[in-house]
């Protein structure tokens, strides 16, 4: 009967998935997005204009540009505003009331001054010094934010440039005309660690307000604070960048790799460019990225950005699957008592981490609960490892329907508790191997039963790499990763969607496990080692952000790689046995030969 509702429950689940599926399917289209400033600086260092510079970009691909706001120090740049400190006006016009400690400001036109005293909350006065008019400023203005550049901004629009505009915050620019003069571009990338108003709930709202039509930047690595009131309202754009210092130390085809991955596999829609400190370097980096991201079929232009919206009602018939897998795998244990308060402790588990929010706790029971029961149900031949194979598959649209969400596939809201999908199946199984007796007799077995040096050896590796693989889970971990496998990832996964190592090496493990090549409880231990590779596979469909397509080839080539791997270590692992014990038998018989 619990099999029944799995399979009738899979047909919404399936619906969802179909949807899902078309949904990204049309949103493979990247703006490459290069930050003007730091194009400006690389021009002007080479001695060429910034317009020429960029010119040359864009034929390598380069269709958007990233603007900041002006500062008062911009605006001086361009000879709108004239600034000098207290002291040096004191010493050309002494004996004239000139401050030391204040900043002295003429503008190019009384329209200018005018505007730029009014737009912040800083007290001014104006004076007559040396038969001129000056602002008189108690602090220095120049890194105050003043507003858009508009006549350059409208320069990139009819050249059909994406743009991205970058605005500051500052206590001194008053809530009210937060936004207010902010430019009519499709995206807005907040600078720093939270977004203008997040520590003040009014002025947030006045932000949120102020976006209007425009769509706020997701930042990869760097979701800021504030940010998810926005996204509720206005949605979002997938935004990845690399900092200058982390770029300089790769080789633009890494640089380029990173880039076609984050389009390809994590959603970006906007990539974000610094250039190199050299030109050369930067036409390198540019030309590879748009080689691969035309090889990955993601198409450079504007960005048209949806939403993804399930459906509530198919979303709840699809909650039936799990909770049915979950009462299943507690009636499966050889002590049912503990099954089902095993059950009953994932069920509160996933609940309670996410505050009864019921389709993101059926999405974590689901993550949980599918990878450990093929191994639950049968676990004494090869062929077991299909059917746990097929669970775990069966899984994965249920995590799909439940857990894929506007906010999940922006990479903002998976469900919480995904780092326990590698963990919490590893010992929903382990607990399945309790012999069918009183636990307490078990306990005391397990308590009095000799220990081996080899044991302690083994039972050591096996935490070793368990603790490995859970700090390397997810795209960027604590993890160290060597030069060897940072260059062949690179190599793979610009060929082919790279699967993930992890269950190259655990499909393996489970097959020599169900297999019964080795003695003793190294069959088990090895069964339990495969629960990774089962747990992967739902770890990886749990990374909403990259499409379902992208997820369900990692994972294929992972089974297929992990069961030829199998096949191979078996027979070889019989192979070395039998000469081992041939061997062995041809050393004792040479003595009763000779007698």
Do not use: C
Request: net charge positive.
């Amino acid at each position: 009967m619990l099999l029944g509702l799995i399979v009738l429950s899979l047909i919404p689940a399936l619906i969802l998935a179909v949807q899902r599926v078309q949904y990204e399917q049309a949103q493979k289209t990247a703006a490459l997005v290069m930050d003007y400033p730091a194009l400006v600086t690389q021009a002007r260092r080479s001695g060429l204009e910034p317009q020429a510079l960029l010119d040359r970009y864009r034929a390598l691909g380069v269709n958007g540009v990233a603007l900041y706001e002006d500062t008062v120090a911009s605006r001086e740049q361009r000879g709108e505003v004239y600034l000098k400190n207290g002291s040096d006006l004191a010493a050309d016009f002494p004996d004239q009331g000139v401050r030391t400690n204040a900043v002295y400001m003429r503008a190019a036109s009384p329209e200018i001054a005018a505007a730029l005293r009014a737009r912040y909350t800083i007290p001014t006065r104006e004076v007559r010094i040396g038969g001129q008019t000056w602002v008189e400023w108690p602090s220095d203005p120049r890194y105050l934010p003043a507003g858009p550049d508009t006549e350059r901004i409208n320069a990139f629009k009819q050249q059909g440039l994406v743009l991205v505009y970058r605005p500051y915050q500052d206590d001194a620019v008053p809530a009210a005309r937060v936004g207010a003069d902010w430019p009519d571009v499709p995206f807005i990338a907040f600078t720093g660690d939270e977004v203008i108003g997040a520590r003040t709930p009014k002025l947030l709202a006045q932000v949120n307000t102020a976006l209007g039509a425009r769509l706020p930047a997701i930042i990869e690595s760097n979701i800021q604070r504030g940010l998810d009131t926005l996204v509720r309202t206005h949605g979002g754009v997938r935004l990845f960048a690399l900092s200058p210092d982390y770029q300089n130390k790769l080789d633009p085809l890494d640089v380029a790799s990173k880039y076609n991955l984050a389009a390809r596999e994590r959603g970006m829609r906007l990539l974000y460019l610094r250039p190199y400190p050299t030109i050369n370097e930067t036409e390198d980096m540019l030309r590879r990225t748009q080689s691969l991201l035309g090889r990955s079929g993601v198409s450079i232009g504007s960005p048209q950005v949806t939403f993804f919206t399930p459906s509530p009602l198919l979303q709840a018939l699809s909650m039936v699957g799990p909770l049915a897998a979950l009462l299943l795998l507690g009636l499966s244990y050889p002590l049912a008592r503990l099954g089902l308060l095993a059950a009953g402790f994932t069920a509160l588990l996933a609940v309670g981490l996410n505050t009864l929010h019921p389709f993101e706790s059926a999405a974590l029971i689901a993550a949980v609960s599918f990878p450990a029961l093929g191994l639950i149900l049968r676990r004494s031949r090869v062929t077991d490892w299909f059917l746990a194979t097929g669970l775990s598959l069966t899984g994965v649209l249920f995590v799909s329907a439940l857990g894929a969400s506007r906010e999940s596939t922006l990479g903002l809201a998976p469900f919480r508790g995904v780092g326990l999908t590698l963990l919490l199946p590893l010992t929903l199984v382990a607990l399945s191997f309790l012999p069918r007796q009183d636990i307490r007799k078990t306990i005391s077995d397990l308590y009095s039963a000799p220990i081996r040096l080899g044991d302690v050896a083994v039972m050591g590796l096996g935490l070793l790499l368990l603790s490995l693989v859970f700090d390397r889970r997810g795209n960027t971990t604590g993890g160290q990763v060597s030069d060897f496998e940072t260059s062949l990832r690179r190599d793979v996964q610009d060929s082919i969607i790279r699967p993930r190592f992890k269950e190259i090496a655990a499909h393996p493990l489970a097959l020599l496990g169900l297999s019964g090549t080795l003695p003793g409880y190294f069959s088990g231990l090895l069964i339990l080692a495969g629960v990774v590779g089962q747990s992967s596979i739902l770890n990886t469909f749990s990374h909403f952000h990259t499409p379902l397509l992208i997820s369900a080839a990692r994972v294929f080539l992972g089974l297929g790689l992990g069961l030829l791997m199998g096949v191979v270590a078996i027979w070889a692992l019989r192979l070395g046995m039998r000469l081992w014990s041939g061997s062995g038998t041809g050393r004792r018989a040479a003595p009763e030969v000779g007698a």
